[in-house]
């Protein structure tokens, strides 16, 4: 079972709007602004989309946005376009020896 | 921006040892904090540590303590990954990821990854 909880699933349609959450406790999500997201395409190694809860790196596409709100942090991606369709994790810094804990991954399908 | 190749599969007996490299170019190793990262099959990710450079330590997640160690050759910018005593549950991609915060701090956000190698532990 992940430390951070992740719905398995979410869709949508093109052009849509969809949130992924990402729940975890004190220890982690709400207690550290260290919240990352990763894309990752079936046989590819996962590519970093969201860090520092709402940054975006260089070359991410302004579709993608993060957020958090006490112990549940948000992945949101805008205009949905069929090339999103990945699965997705969240990760946290936690105060615990694990150090870095992820989600157990959410299945974005674009319908 | 940083390249990272890493070594080939590999299939290894149940006890046994394995471990993977991970060649950066275009910079070198003494600029990163390198990570490594699995996946095993149909799963998702797990930290298993790396370089912190607030300590200049290497720190490890404390379910790998022990079993595993992390290495930098900088002579070559190749880092290594060995995993000791390895049991069927270690079957896994294994990454090697770079920490956004470089040698400055570490931000816990990974941005360039390797490609991955399959350790299959298979008696």
């Known amino acids: 079972q992940s430390a951070l909880t992740q719905p398995a699933s979410v869709s949508g349609s093109p052009g849509q709007s969809i949130t992924i959450s990402c729940t975890g406790t004190?220890?982690?999500?709400?207690?550290?602004?260290?919240v990352s997201w990763y894309q990752q395409q079936p046989g590819k190694a996962p590519k970093l989309m969201i860090y520092?809860?709402?940054n975006r790196p260089s070359g991410v596409s302004n579709r993608f946005s993060g957020s958090k709100s006490g112990n549940t942090a948000s992945l949101t991606i805008s205009g949905l376009q069929a090339e999103d369709e990945a699965d997705y994790y969240c990760?946290?810094?936690?105060?615990?020896?694990?150090?870095?804990?992820f989600g157990g991954g959410t299945k974005l399908t674009v319908l | 921006q940083v390249q990272l190749v890493q070594s080939g599969a590999e299939v290894k007996k149940p006890g046994a040892s394995v471990t993977v490299s991970c060649k950066v170019s275009?910079?070198?190793?003494?600029?990163?904090?390198m990570h490594w990262v699995r996946q095993a099959p149909g799963k998702g990710l797990e930290w298993m540590g790396g370089f912190d450079p607030e300590d200049g330590e290497t720190i490890y997640a404390q379910k790998f303590q022990g079993r595993v160690t992390m290495t930098e050759d900088t002579s070559t910018d190749t880092a290594y990954m060995e995993l000791s005593s390895l049991r069927s549950e270690d079957t896994a991609v294994y990454y090697c990821?770079?920490?956004?915060?470089?040698?400055?701090?570490?931000?816990?956000?990974?941005?360039?990854w390797g490609q991955g190698t399959l350790i299959t532990v298979s008696s």
């Open positions: 990760s946290s810094y936690t105060t615990n020896n694990t150090h870095v804990v």
């Open positions: 004190s220890s982690e999500v709400a207690g550290y602004k260290y």
């Open positions: 520092d809860v709402t």
């Open positions: 990821a770079t920490d956004t915060g470089g040698l400055r701090f570490l931000a816990w956000a990974f941005d360039y």
């Open positions: 275009r910079y070198t190793l003494t600029e990163l904090s």
